[in-house]
């Protein structure tokens, strides 16, 4: 994933989840390394649509919608 993909929450499918058909746009990128070389899982910074909010989300909770 990348800034500018378009993204949605992988319980977007289910009714029941708060995220049901909620998209977002990655907007900025963070990944950690720590002193070993060894890289932490990245987490992408969301806008989601509406007046949801902007949020640091792990890219394992995501699923991407369309690339840019």
């Known amino acids: ?3 500018g993909d378009l993204v949605m929450k992988r319980d977007g499918h289910i009714k ?7 998209l977002g746009l990655i907007i900025e990128l963070n990944q950690r390394i720590f002193l070993d ?6 987490i992408v910074r969301v ?3 509406g007046d949801y909010g902007t949020f640091w989300t792990n ?3 995501l699923q991407l ?3 840019s």
């Open 37 to 42: 070389g060894t890289l932490d899982s990245p």
């Open 65 to 67: 919608v369309s690339e």
């Open 1 to 3: 994933m990348k800034i």
């Open 16 to 22: 029941t989840s708060p995220h049901y058909k909620r």
């Open 59 to 61: 890219v394992n909770s």
């Open 47 to 49: 806008r989601w649509e």
